[in-house]
Nanobody, 119 residues
């Protein structure tokens, strides 16, 4: 069982930056692939970024490539999402997810953290 708690969301102006954190419980954190998803009002939840258990392989949704960076610190049981050059269309609730592999993310979910980008 893995419990995920996100933090770091907030209100930022367009062009600004935020870093989201997702703290995981459990001693098996390092064996899970981790990822970030987001859901804007009236839209379906969508994939944002993911990384393998080691962090050596990363994956991004096209619209965030070059602006967002996912990373993890297995010693701290934490995964991060550094978001730069934020745009109003990045406004959403951001969710942390864990799974046995990148293709099975969603086995566990966090409660979400709101990110609002003003124009």
């Amino acid at each position: 069982q893995v419990q995920l708690v996100e933090s770091g969301g907030g209100l930022v102006q367009a062009g600004g930056s935020l870093r989201l954190s997702c703290a995981a419980s459990g001693r098996t954190f390092s064996s899970y692939a981790m990822g970030w998803f987001r859901q804007a009002p009236g839209k379906e939840r969508e994939f944002v970024a993911a990384c393998s258990w080691s962090g050596g392989n990363t994956y991004y949704e096209d619209s965030v490539k070059g602006r967002f960076t996912i990373s993890r610190d297995n010693a701290k049981n934490t995964v991060y999402l550094q978001m730069n050059s934020l745009k109003p269309e990045d406004t959403a609730v951001y969710y942390c997810a864990a799974g046995g592999r990148v293709s099975s993310l969603g086995q566990y979910w966090g409660q979400g953290t709101q990110v609002t980008v003003s124009s």
